[in-house]
């Protein structure tokens, strides 16, 4: 056999072979859409059934998909619903961050050393220069150590103080997922979800269910300067079908 013909017949080898799950970069060191995960669910599983319904007949199963979903994201621990579904059977979840600031704020509210708790909207540099989130300005009571630690905290400071990071610890472990928090410019207490860190949690979470083929963030490329995502393009609408 000639070596363009063995070329030939190791390509054909290699493209005959079943499909593999996709190749995933290292999520600690590579960009990826905060907040969006891919799931591809195993054959013959509830979840895989429904999505394929769904993807048959949309007006039909959406309810049926919500409802699963639905009862998966409390199963777990961490809120999410549908994004998008894709033709290869894969989903695209969002975690819902409005929910997670809510029990943030309501838990901040039951802590003792915490006087007043105001949502408001800041600039997030992992979501970009010209994307708001929303957090939290906390504000603890008079004479309280963690009042003390933010009186004494230069603008835009690190959290370096004891007191108040372990007042974060705290929060985290009732909470069961993890909050971001620094000193702002106006020396206030500004607290919000860590999306990027919630994200992964929620992968982690999701690959270690049986009914899981695979779990993975929406990973962006980096492309002539741009960030693109990952196929599938969570700025695609769902196809339908086949």
Request: hydrophobic share 40%; charged share 25%.
């Amino acid at each position: 056999m000639s070596g363009a013909s063995l070329l030939i017949a190791l390509v054909a080898v290699a493209l005959s072979g079943a499909p593999q799950e996709p190749a995933k970069p290292e999520a600690a060191t590579t960009q990826f859409a905060s907040g969006e995960v891919i799931v591809k669910f195993t054959g013959g599983s509830k979840a895989a059934e429904i999505v394929h319904q769904a993807l048959q007949d949309e007006t039909k199963s959406n309810a049926q998909l919500a409802s699963h979903f639905s009862g998966m994201a409390q199963e777990i621990g961490i809120p999410f619903q549908v994004k998008q579904l894709t033709s290869g059977g894969e989903v695209v979840f969002s975690v819902q961050e409005r929910d997670l600031i809510s029990k943030l704020s309501e838990q901040l509210k039951q802590s003792r050393c915490v006087a007043e708790v105001r949502e408001t909207e800041f600039k997030d540099k992992d979501k970009g220069p010209m994307r708001a989130t929303t957090g939290l300005l906390v504000s603890f009571r008079a004479g309280s150590r963690p009042a003390k630690a933010v009186a004494g905290a230069p603008a835009n400071a690190q959290l370096n103080d004891p007191d108040l990071q372990k007042f974060i610890e705290k929060l985290e472990q009732k909470l069961g997922f993890a909050v971001a928090a620094r000193i702002n410019e106006k020396k206030e207490f500004l607290m919000s979800v860590d999306v990027r860190a919630v994200t992964l949690e929620l992968v982690k979470r999701l690959a270690n269910r049986a009914d899981v083929e695979y779990a993975q963030p929406n990973f962006l490329l980096q492309k002539t300067g741009t960030a693109e995502f990952m196929t599938p393009c969570s700025g695609a609408p769902a196809e339908s079908g086949g």
